[in-house]
């Protein structure tokens, strides 16, 4: 069985451009979240979405920042415009159903972003 | 807002020995605890979880120690092996404080052969 898949892997980019990251969860898998894991911490959620709809983007900084979950299956996290503190790798992963509590979740691999 | 502390930051171990991480919480609304460990370069992946009404898990050399009173938990991996050597996450999660993991900063175990 594939795991979550995340494209791409790595992206370099100039300060105020756009950028976006694409996730493919495993298959059957209704929650999608997206984490930032800035260099030597511990992931922090950005948005978790329950089928296609976003259930807690709190943490998403709405204005540069913006996700969507067409047909309830793939993601797209985009910035736009990128700053330099954007620089981080960018965590999809899935699980089963529900919360957090209700089972593991699966991590892809990440897209690393330098942002120069 | 930092709801979990982890500690130490990095640890190196001989092998063989035992490592110690630990965790402490704050929201008395977490009810779930699960250790990530995660490789250079990978996504974390899920060790073992505990919830509060253990004090204990075992799952081969992997042990999670919960201390409800405290808000305190622990991983303790016995007789380390140099393939044990990554960066391990403690997180929790409660249905009333939001249905997501929040991770600790991680600690990065070394076993050195």
């Known amino acids: 069985e594939a795991g979550v898949v995340q494209s791409p892997r790595y992206k370099i980019i100039e300060k105020k451009q756009p950028v976006a990251f694409w996730c493919n969860p495993i298959?059957?898998?209704?929650?999608l979240y997206w984490y930032r894991q800035n260099l030597g911490q511990g992931p922090e959620l950005l948005i978790r979405?329950?089928?296609?709809?976003?259930?807690?983007d709190s943490q998403l900084p709405k204005d540069r920042f913006s996700a969507e979950r067409l047909k309830g299956v793939d993601s797209t996290l985009k910035i736009q415009p990128a700053e330099l503190g954007d620089s981080a790798v960018y965590l999809c992963?899935?699980?089963?159903?529900?919360?957090?509590?209700?089972?593991?979740?699966?991590f892809g691999e990440g897209s690393r972003l330098t942002v120069l | 807002q930092q709801q979990v502390k982890q500690s130490p930051q990095s640890l190196i171990v001989q092998k063989g020995g035992i490592s110690i991480i630990n965790c402490a919480y704050e929201?008395?609304?977490?009810?779930?605890f699960p250790w990530y460990q995660q490789f250079p370069g990978k996504g974390p992946a899920l060790l073992i979880a505990?919830?509060?009404?253990?004090s204990e898990k075992k799952e081969g050399r992997f042990t999670i120690s919960f201390n409800k009173s405290a808000k305190q938990f622990s991983l303790h991996i016995m007789d380390s092996q140099p393939g044990d050597s990554a960066t391990y996450f403690c997180?929790?999660?409660?249905?009333?404080?939001?249905?997501?993991?929040?991770f600790g900063e991680g600690t990065q175990l070394t076993v050195n052969p």
């Open positions: 992963a899935s699980s089963l159903i529900g919360g957090a509590g209700d089972g593991e979740l699966f």
């Open positions: 298959s059957g898998h209704n929650t």
């Open positions: 979405y329950e089928n296609e709809e976003a259930v807690d």
């Open positions: 929201n008395t609304a977490f009810d779930y």
């Open positions: 505990i919830r509060p009404d253990v």
């Open positions: 997180a929790a999660s409660g249905e009333t404080s939001g249905s997501w993991l929040t």
